[in-house]
Structures are given as C-alpha cells and as structure tokens.
C-alpha cells in the first residue's frame, strides 16, 4: 500500500477503533477498565487527528467508501460487545492493535525522505501507544482457558503477537 493509501486507510481505521472502544467500554462492569478502555478509545481519536494533519500536509483527502465502511464496522463491534461476553472482546481488541503497531512501523518507513519524514517520531509514538494496548489487552485475557484455543485459531496470543516491536525500540530515521 502506498503513503496516501494508508494514511486513508489509518485514518478511517482509527474512528472505527474509537467507535468500538466506546461499546466495549459500556459493556465492560469493571469501573476501572472502563476507565482504562475510556483512555484508549480517546488515544484513537488522537491517533485519528495525527493521521488527519499528515493527510492535509500531503494534499490527500479521506476516502468515503473507507470512512463509511469503517464508522459501520466500528459500531457494529461496539454493539457487539453487549452480548458476546468478556474474553471475545478483549482478545480481538487484542489481536487488532498487535496488527495495528505493524501498520504505524510500515508508515514510518513510507514518509522516509518525503515531506513527513519529520513525523518520525510522532509515528513512532502512535506504534507504541498501540503497543501498550495490545499489551494491555493481552493482560485481561492471559491465562484464560480460552486463550490457547483462540490463540491456534487466529494467531494471537501469550508470546504470539505480530510484531516485533519492543518499548524504546529506534527504527533508523
Ligand atoms: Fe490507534
Ligand atoms: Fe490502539
């Protein structure tokens, strides 16, 4: 995918995270992962506006087939969580954002030598931040009886994520 086509694509992504947030935060009965979900549907909506200002530097616009595409699947997760119970959520929650840190590590090295190469760091700090979720995620789930099955099915789990990325890890500017 091309620099214009995943900032589209992140940025639409991003509501659709945000939207799925604010259900499973509702369906959540913990005050405090409530709180802590609360945080992390807020940290998308920064992860959105970030997308939406390299957008505008570069000349691109939002794509409408992906903003609507997205905004539906990102309710739909969100009303989902009502009723699938407590471990499906936090699992796919899961399994996205460790999909979601090799996508902000992809764009850093696509804005390399263009006129977002000096978002580097800001990039850097979006893949992080995506890490603390999917790390975060993957705490409320491990040791689940559930866990390993889910983890053979989808191949995401305890010592099983799709990236490689670790806290404080500098990829070469
Ligand atoms: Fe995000
Ligand atoms: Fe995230």
């Known amino acids: 995918m091309d620099l214009p086509g995943l ?34 549907e807020a940290e998308e909506w920064q992860h959105r506006e970030h ?21 539906v699947i990102g309710r739909i997760i969100g009303w989902s969580c009502h009723v699938i119970g407590y471990f499906m959520p ?21 804005v390399r030598g263009t006129a977002l190469a000096d978002e580097y760091a800001c990039i850097l700090e979006m893949a992080r931040v ?8 993957l705490e409320r789930v491990s040791g689940h009886p559930w866990l390993p099955r889910f983890t053979g099915l989808f191949g995401w789990g305890e010592g099983r994520s799709f990236n490689s990325f670790s806290p404080g890890e500098r990829a070469a500017g």
């Open 7 to 40: 900032l589209r694509l992140a940025y639409s992504a991003e509501r659709a995270a945000a939207y799925a947030y604010q259900g499973h935060a509702a369906s959540v009965r913990d005050a405090a992962e409530r709180a802590r979900i609360a945080v992390i």
């Open 90 to 110: 936090m699992y796919f929650a899961g399994r996205l954002e460790s999909g979601n840190v090799n996508e902000y590590l992809r764009l850093i090295e696509l």
């Open 130 to 137: 995506e890490k603390e979720h999917e790390m975060w995620f």
């Open 51 to 71: 997308a939406a200002r390299m957008m505008r530097r570069l000349g691109v616009r939002p794509s409408r087939y992906l903003e609507l595409k997205y905004a």
